[in-house]
């Protein structure tokens, strides 16, 4: 059975479902010079990118980095995702903004010991950016001016505590709240051209769902292509997002971390392999033990047994 919750219910994403068919912090001061030094490579591994959502209103990003391999002790996960930043809008002005709830702030304030030991392992850490219920979504910029705007933001953001990307998740926008647009066909290919242009080294990925994922190409633009990752946002099953990028940046599997049986992970890892996917996703790792969980996909995708390191 699919699971479709990220900590409340997915209530756009039944709907969707039928229909639908993350290179890469001390204090945000010193950021910028802490981000410099080049992190220790991580042991060699072979095989798909894996990418960790982390609930940060209930957990640690550094449980990401508490994961190697049995064979070889490389790391488990390659992407961790903090989950999650909000883009909100302001009545007054009549523009949306990137805000962060206090647990986020708290992550990107206190980057040193947050993000900065997973980076030093080799981890990528991103930002993933999703919808709040106020109307602004990634969808309905009214101008291109407004999607720069916004798209400044999250690279300003990005530099500013050292991290290595954007995810994009259009849930929860609720277009159409305190008078703002429904979506339209041009915002979301002028936010992620602008972004690309800002951070032209860093990840961006897509979060497959909502009314951005389907408006993805306008005025002879098709932004595909700027996209790093693309990944199926139904836990617990395989869906190839409909996005024109290599497999090796899909992950059509898609898990919930103590969510999704052991053996539906270790299927969707075995089917990522075989059909030559470069990219498994996981949702929600929290701060308990779950290395038999990651190890029913880490023996398919890597051939070897997850240790857990407290």
Do not use: C
């Not at 909000?86 to 990137?98: E, G, Q, V």
């Not at 990107?108 to 919808?131: M, W, Y």
């Not at 098709?222 to 836990?235: I, L």
């Amino acid at each position: 059975m699919f699971t479709l919750v990220r900590s409340r219910v997915r209530v756009a994403a039944l709907a969707l479902s039928a229909v639908a068919a993350l290179a890469f912090g001390t204090t945000a001061t010193t950021a910028t010079a802490d981000a410099a030094a080049a992190p220790a490579p991580a042991p060699a591994k072979q095989g798909p990118t894996s990418v960790a959502y982390v609930e940060v209103n209930n957990n640690s990003m550094l449980n990401v980095g508490k994961y190697t391999l049995a064979n070889g002790g490389g790391n488990v996960f390659d992407v961790a995702v903090i989950f999650a930043a909000n883009i909100n809008y302001d009545t007054s002005k009549k523009a949306a903004y990137l805000h962060f709830n206090e647990n986020v702030q708290r992550v990107l304030d206190n980057a040193a010991t947050q993000i900065r030991p997973l980076q030093q392992k080799g981890i990528k850490v991103v930002l993933s950016v999703l919808g709040n219920h106020q109307g602004a979504g990634f969808a309905n910029f009214p101008s291109q001016q407004a999607a720069s705007t916004f798209a400044k933001q999250l690279s300003d953001t990005v530099t500013k505590y050292g991290l290595d990307g954007i995810d994009f998740d259009d849930e929860y926008a609720e277009y159409g709240n305190n008078g703002t647009g429904q979506p339209n066909a041009s915002s979301f290919v002028h936010l992620v051209s602008a972004l690309r242009a800002n951070m032209p080294n860093k990840i961006i990925s897509l979060y497959n769902i909502g009314p951005a994922a389907s408006r993805l190409s306008y005025g002879g633009v098709d932004v595909s292509s700027k996209f790093d990752y693309a990944w199926n946002p139904y836990y617990g099953s395989w869906q190839v997002p409909g996005i024109a990028l290599p497999k090796s940046k899909l992950s059509p599997a898609a898990v919930e971390i103590g969510g999704t049986s052991q053996s539906t992970s270790a299927s969707l890892a075995r089917r990522t392999v075989s059909e030559g996917y470069g990219v498994y996703l996981t949702y929600n790792l929290d701060g308990t033990d779950r290395s038999a969980d990651v190890s029913a996909f880490t023996k398919e995708l890597y051939g070897s047994n997850a240790v857990y390191k407290p």
